[in-house]
């Protein structure tokens, strides 16, 4: 079976995130995509930062009714901080017969280079891309080694473009800061999601 990992810390988990798992496990050769919830790395703690446990929840709420995506707590038992490779390594022990992709956006890719062991993860492991719509300091901030390297990493055999997935221009952070001053998020996230954020009272 082949499967497709999206990570994130899913901060909370939108309608963006689920655009993106979707088309993965449904239009591409990805049978399934699993979700793993990035765990809260002990030296950068965030106030706005969710509890581990909150934000795996909030993902499995919003595709309990997706058979193709599943949510993984994998990373939160492996040593911090958490490293895609020792991750991949720990899948690939536990689901032997399981083929291992990675699914990232344009962003990521651009930066790949600076990945632990970024070579051996790109020639043993497919790699979905997926655009992503630059912020205006994030291209002031792009340099020329990140431009070539993008490129570069987009003629390997093992990285396919995905350019026609429907991304949304919605962040985590804009959407608590719309909670926070009190807006209506509710067409952001999926119903259940919202519930329980309102519920919880989560970034308030």
Same mark, same amino acid.
């Given at each position: 079976?082949?499967?497709?990992?999206?990570?994130?810390?899913?901060?909370?988990?939108?309608?963006?995130?689920?655009?993106?798992?979707?088309?993965?496990?449904?239009?591409?050769?990805?049978?399934?995509?699993?979700?793993?919830?990035?765990?809260?790395?002990?030296?950068?703690?965030?106030?706005?930062?969710?509890?581990?446990?909150?934000?795996?929840?909030?993902?499995?709420?919003?595709?309990?009714?997706?058979?193709?995506?599943?949510?993984?707590?994998?990373?939160?038992?492996?040593?911090?901080?958490?490293?895609?490779?020792?991750?991949?390594?720990?899948?690939?022990?536990?689901?032997?017969?399981?083929?291992?992709?990675?699914?990232?956006?344009?962003?990521?890719?651009?930066?790949?280079?600076?990945?632990?062991?970024?070579?051996?993860?790109?020639?043993?492991?497919?790699?979905?891309?997926?655009?992503?719509?630059?912020?205006?300091?994030?291209?002031?901030?792009?340099?020329?080694?990140?431009?070539?390297?993008?490129?570069?990493? $987009?003629?390997? =055999?093992? +990285?396919? !473009?995905?350019?026609?997935? *429907? %991304?949304? /221009?919605?962040?985590?952070?804009?959407?608590?800061?719309?909670? $926070?001053?009190? =807006?209506? +998020?509710? !067409?952001?996230?999926?119903? *259940? %999601?919202? /519930?329980?954020?309102?519920?919880?009272?989560?970034?308030?």
């Amino acid at each position: 079976m082949k499967i497709g990992l999206y990570f994130g810390t899913f901060n909370p988990i939108h309608v963006g995130h689920l655009v993106i798992a979707n088309y993965m496990a449904d239009f591409t050769e990805l049978d399934e995509v699993w979700l793993i919830v990035t765990p809260q790395n002990p030296l950068k703690k965030k106030k706005t930062l969710l509890k581990d446990f909150h934000r795996l929840l909030l993902v499995r709420e919003a595709i309990d009714d997706n058979s193709k995506l599943k949510v993984s707590d994998v990373e939160f038992n492996l040593p911090k901080p958490s490293y895609t490779i020792k991750t991949l390594n720990c899948l690939i022990e536990k689901y032997p017969k399981h083929d291992f992709s990675i699914i990232m956006g344009e962003d990521n890719l651009r930066s790949f280079h600076k990945w632990y062991n970024y070579e051996f993860i790109i020639n043993h492991h497919s790699i979905y891309v997926y655009p992503r719509v630059l912020t205006k300091q994030e291209e002031e901030e792009m340099n020329e080694l990140d431009l070539k390297s993008k490129e570069s990493f $987009k003629k390997h =055999k093992n +990285v396919f !473009y995905c350019e026609n997935v *429907p %991304v949304m /221009k919605v962040s985590a952070s804009f959407i608590r800061k719309a909670i $926070k001053e009190g =807006k209506d +998020v509710r !067409y952001l996230l999926t119903e *259940p %999601v919202y /519930k329980y954020v309102q519920e919880m009272r989560f970034y308030k």
